[in-house]
């Protein structure tokens, strides 16, 4: 079960997609619209993996909203869960594309009013992987309950991971991000979160500080996505790099989600950490090689192909 965001991206891509104030025109390579939402995203990897995935998410009562349960329902993502807001517009990205590096623009509409209630207890009594994404753009609704969530999983026998994404507020967390932490078996930032989520400098010290200091880490086990460079992952005293041959993007939109998925589904495989984050970074690595955040996501045979390529050390 994956709980989080679900938005249409428009996808524009080009050498140059830096607007141009002045009223000027300016052409672009191609403009998509696409699934977008790192939550979305990641439910639909996960599905292309040949995991069965629910989203929990909510949507407005207009055509956005039509088209992302129309996307996903095609990619095989339960989405029963997903509420319609008639009181909210559906949330909407503008992703700026320029092979590795993107910027992107969102404007929130019901992304923001998923609350823990809307969580199905039956669905989450069910899942064998509970994972949230983009906390930050839910922290006022599904915030104040998301460790309650995480913890009725693990009860249940679930693990939890969690994806806090980008902070736009720039606060990067408060008590409720500790509770939630707690209640997370895997966290999973890339680089420039995990050195803001830990307020550390240094990617040594950030991870330290987020697995808990000291030799039996009390807190969860940290996975940093590093692009291209691969991964980094500490759990329990330990550490482990995870490299991989390099790709050409084409576009990295959606890539950590993919990620993410890769990951889950290794772990749900029985993989120890450091062989689901390499199945991870197979994950991410082709979905680069397609614009979009979940065109170039691979079925399983292709992500296991390619992991084999990957190294741990």
Excluded at 11 to 19: A, I, R
Excluded at 57 to 81: I, K, N, W
Excluded at 158 to 166: G, K, M, V
Excluded at 289 to 303: I, N, V
Aim: hydrophobic share 50%; net charge negative.
């Amino acid at each position: 079960m994956v709980l989080g965001d679900c938005n249409p991206d428009v996808l524009v891509l080009g050498d140059d997609v830096t607007p141009a104030f002045g009223q000027q025109e300016k052409l672009v390579a191609s403009m998509s619209l696409v699934i977008g939402g790192s939550a979305a995203i990641t439910a639909v990897a996960a599905a292309r993996l040949g995991l069965r995935v629910a989203l929990v998410a909510a949507v407005g009562a207009d055509p956005a909203g039509r088209f992302m349960l129309d996307q996903l329902a095609s990619e095989g993502v339960d989405t029963g869960a997903v509420a319609v807001r008639a009181d909210a517009p559906t949330g909407m990205t503008v992703a700026l594309s320029r092979g590795g590096d993107r910027a992107i623009l969102t404007a929130l509409g019901a992304v923001a009013s998923l609350t823990a209630s809307d969580v199905p207890a039956a669905l989450l009594a069910a899942a064998r992987h509970v994972h949230a994404s983009s906390y930050f753009l839910l922290e006022d609704s599904l915030g104040p309950g998301l460790a309650g969530v995480l913890a009725a999983a693990r009860a249940a026998g679930a693990r939890t991971s969690l994806d806090t994404n980008w902070d736009p507020s720039g606060r990067w967390g408060d008590d409720r991000l500790r509770a939630a932490l707690a209640q997370a078996d895997v966290l999973l930032p890339n680089e420039a979160e995990a050195l803001r989520l830990a307020g550390r400098p240094g990617l040594a010290a950030a991870v330290a500080t987020l697995a808990g200091a000291g030799p039996a880490e009390t807190g969860p086990a940290v996975v940093v996505k590093l692009g291209e460079r691969g991964a980094l992952c500490a759990s329990r005293g330990e550490r482990w790099r995870v490299s991989l041959p390099p790709v050409t993007p084409v576009d990295a939109t959606g890539a950590g989600d993919c990620f993410n998925a890769g990951l889950i589904a290794g772990l749900l495989d029985g993989l120890a950490l450091p062989r689901a984050a390499a199945l991870g970074c197979a994950a991410g690595a082709l979905s680069t090689q397609a614009a979009g955040g979940t065109a170039g996501a691979p079925d399983r045979a292709a992500a296991a192909a390619r992991a084999q390529l990957v190294s741990v050390s």
